[in-house]
C-alpha cells in the first residue's frame, strides 16, 4: 500500500513550485527593467563609434598586457570587453555592463571603491572623470584577470559573463519579493483576458491620469507603470493594496475584491489571514454585496479551517496552480469574466 504524503511535505513541494515559478518570472522581469536587453545593443553602437576613443593610456586604466593581446587577437573590440573611462563619462548606464563583465558584485565595488547603485539605476547620470577613472582601473583589473585566465575567448563569452553575473545580483534581490511577484502575475492574467476580449476602453496611470489605450504600447510588460483599466462596458479595474485588485461597477461601487498572497512561509499564514480579513471587511462595508476573492498559495490546515468558516471570503483560488496549471487558470479567469459579464 502507498503510503501518503504528509500535509508538511505537501506545503514544502507546493511552496517549491511557486517559488520557482515565480523566480523565473521576476529575473525576467528584472533583466527587462533595468535594460540588460538593451545594454548589449548599446555596446554595439559604441562599437561603431571605436575610433572616437584613444588606448594609449590603457596601462594606467589596470589592463594587462597579455589581456590586451590575446583580446587583439581574438579580433574582439576592445569596447566590447575593456572599460575606458571616456566610455564612463560619456555613457555612465554602461557601468553596470562593465561591473558584469568584470563579475563584480554591487557590494564588491562599494568595498573596493564606492557606491555605483544611483549609477546603475540610472538616479544619477554624471560621472566626473576621477570617479570613471578609479571604476575603469577596478574593473579592468578583474576583466584582466579573467581574459588571463583563458587561451581562448569570444564575444558570446563576454555576453555569456555579464548576464550570469547579473543572474547573481537578481538572485539576491528575489528575497522577499515573492508576494509583489504574485500580484504582478495575477494582474497580467485579468489584463491579458480584458486585453483577449477586446474589452479595454482606457488605462489609469500611477499619477491617477486618465490615459488612451494604444495597441502599440506593450501595457502587459509594464504592469507596474498602471493603476487601472477603464472597460468598454463602463465597469474599472483598480489594482492597488488591501486589496489587491478591485473591479468597480459604472457607478464607483466594488462588485468583486481580490486579494493575492504569495507567501509560502506557514509560520506566517494566519497572519497572512489578518491582513484578508481587513481587506475584505472595509469591501463589504462600501457594498454589502460584494463578492470576494482570496488567492493563496501553501495553505495549513489551520489556515484551511478558518478560511471554510469565515464567512468574509465568497470564493478560493491556489495561486500555485493559477500559475502552473493551465485549466486551473482558465478556471480563475473565467470567474473574473463572469463578474465582468464577459462571456
Not at 554595439?44 to 594587462?64: F, P
Not at 598586457?65 to 576592445?78: E, F, R, V
Not at 553596470?96 to 547620470?125: C, M, W
Not at 482570496?294 to 489551520?302: A, D, M
Request: net charge positive; with cysteine; proline share 2%.
Amino acid at each position: 500500500m502507498k503510503k501518503r504524503k504528509s500535509k508538511s511535505a505537501d506545503l514544502i513541494l507546493e511552496a517549491n513550485k511557486i517559488n520557482y515559478s515565480l523566480r523565473s518570472t521576476f529575473f525576467y522581469r528584472k533583466l527587462r527593467d533595468v535594460g540588460y536587453f538593451d545594454i548589449l545593443k548599446d555596446v554595439d553602437k559604441l562599437i561603431h563609434q571605436s575610433r572616437n576613443y584613444s588606448w594609449e593610456e590603457r596601462k594606467y586604466w589596470n589592463i594587462t598586457h597579455n589581456a590586451w593581446d590575446l583580446i587583439t587577437k581574438q579580433n574582439i573590440d576592445y569596447l566590447r570587453v575593456f572599460s575606458h573611462p571616456k566610455v564612463l563619462v560619456e555613457h555612465p548606464k554602461l557601468i553596470s555592463y562593465y561591473r558584469n563583465v568584470a563579475a563584480i558584485p554591487l557590494k564588491g565595488v562599494q568595498y573596493l571603491s564606492f557606491s555605483i547603485t544611483d549609477y546603475e539605476n540610472q538616479k544619477r547620470k554624471e560621472i566626473d572623470y576621477s570617479s570613471a577613472f578609479t571604476l575603469s582601473k577596478l574593473f579592468n583589473t578583474h576583466i584582466s584577470a579573467i581574459v588571463e585566465s583563458t587561451l581562448s575567448i569570444s564575444n558570446e563569452n563576454i555576453a555569456c559573463l555579464m548576464y550570469s553575473s547579473t543572474g547573481c545580483t537578481i538572485d539576491g534581490s528575489w528575497r522577499n519579493k515573492i508576494g509583489e511577484e504574485a500580484e504582478k502575475m495575477v494582474k497580467s492574467y485579468i489584463f491579458r483576458t480584458c486585453l483577449d476580449n477586446k474589452l479595454i476602453f482606457a488605462m489609469i496611470d500611477k499619477a491617477n491620469s486618465p490615459m488612451d489605450f494604444s495597441n502599440e504600447y506593450d501595457y502587459l510588460a509594464n504592469i507596474d507603470l498602471f493603476k487601472g483599466i477603464k472597460l468598454k462596458n463602463m465597469m474599472s479595474i483598480i489594482f492597488s493594496s488591501e486589496p489587491d485588485v478591485s473591479i468597480i461597477d459604472p457607478n464607483g461601487k466594488p462588485l468583486s475584491v481580490i486579494e493575492v498572497k504569495g507567501g509560502t512561509d506557514p509560520a506566517g499564514a494566519l497572519e497572512r489571514l489578518g491582513a484578508i480579513k481587513k481587506s475584505f471587511e472595509q469591501a463589504r462595508k462600501d457594498n454589502k454585496k460584494v463578492e470576494t476573492i482570496l488567492v493563496v498559495s501553501c495553505i495549513t490546515n489551520e489556515m484551511e479551517r478558518r478560511l471554510k468558516k469565515d464567512a468574509l471570503i465568497d470564493k478560493i483560488f491556489n495561486l500555485t496552480k493559477i500559475i502552473i496549471d493551465m485549466d486551473y487558470r482558465e478556471k480563475f479567469v473565467n470567474k473574473i469574466n463572469s463578474i465582468m459579464s464577459i462571456g
